[in-house]
């Protein structure tokens, strides 16, 4: 049986939970919520919630893994079986691979790998409650585990996905919108060093409306970049009388 599209946007630009268009998820981030990885971050947009965890640099756990001149970042991007409503089998999907590795691609341009040389950086995130944004969620906690483990980072990488529904933009897409909508685009960068570091596009936009996508994402971007600092800030900023 076909099951009806709800209209998920009203005629006034009103979201199905209230929020406008260009309003994000009520936002939480912590850091340094595991007392046993070098770093930790907790991240949460509406009901989606994912934590990050880091650990080294240390000696790669397999040798063949060294490299020479720089540390090795390994990436993994996991779903609990009760972050979805149907218990998820806990063995990595192929759409977890893909996530882990495109992780790691937005990651490596801010990490000082350089100054590591012949170890390994070793970043999981566990998405404990999924309802959309779990990529971009997962890698604003991974860049702020980095920075609470303490690994020399050019930036933070901030991210948020923009998508299409009933014919609007819209920032920072849940899942009922992305299972209902006509394009899903997670973006992330490293705003200050003006990089884009993850850019995907599941669905249809034209031209105009992914120069427009790509705007209300970099708006999206700065907004969520603005809370890691202050999350960092709040932890690590010691005042000197
Ligand atoms: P993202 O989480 O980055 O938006 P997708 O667009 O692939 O990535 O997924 C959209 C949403 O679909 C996820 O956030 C999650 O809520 C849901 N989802 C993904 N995989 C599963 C799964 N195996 N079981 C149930 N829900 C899932």
Redesign the pocket.
């Given at each position: 049986m076909k099951r009806e599209k709800p209209k998920l946007v009203s005629e006034d630009g009103v979201r199905h939970d209230g929020r406008r268009l260009d309003e994000l998820r009520p936002v939480k981030m912590e850091v340094g919520v595991l007392s046993n990885a070098s770093g930790s971050a907790y991240v949460e947009f509406g009901k989606?919630r994912v934590i990050a965890a880091v650990y080294g640099p240390r000696e790669p756990p397999q040798r063949y893994m060294v490299l020479p001149h720089r540390a090795v970042l390994r990436c993994r991007y996991h779903?609990a079986p009760f972050?979805?409503?149907?218990r998820?089998?806990p063995a990595p999907?192929r759409?977890e691979i893909e996530?882990s590795k495109v992780i790691r691609e937005a990651l490596e341009p801010v990490v000082m790998s350089e100054a590591f040389p012949r170890t390994s950086i070793d970043v999981f995130i566990e998405?404990i409650s999924?309802?959309?944004?779990?990529?971009?969620?997962?890698l604003n906690a991974a860049s702020l585990a980095l920075a609470d483990a303490g690994v020399p980072m050019r930036d933070l990488v901030a991210a948020v996905?923009v998508g299409k529904v009933d014919g609007y933009l819209v920032l920072d897409?849940d899942?009922v919108e992305?299972?209902y909508g006509e394009a899903?685009m997670?973006v992330a960068m490293a705003p200050s060093l003006n990089m884009v570091t993850l850019l995907q596009l599941?669905g249809v936009l034209s031209p105009q409306e992914f120069s427009q996508a790509l705007n209300l994402a970099l708006k999206g971007v700065n907004e969520v970049y603005k809370l890691q600092k202050e999350t960092l800030r709040n932890k690590y900023l010691v005042r000197v009388e």
């Open positions: 989606t779903m972050s979805t409503d149907e998820k089998n999907s759409r996530i998405v999924a309802d959309g944004g779990t990529r971009t969620a997962a996905a897409i899942q992305d299972n899903d997670p599941n």
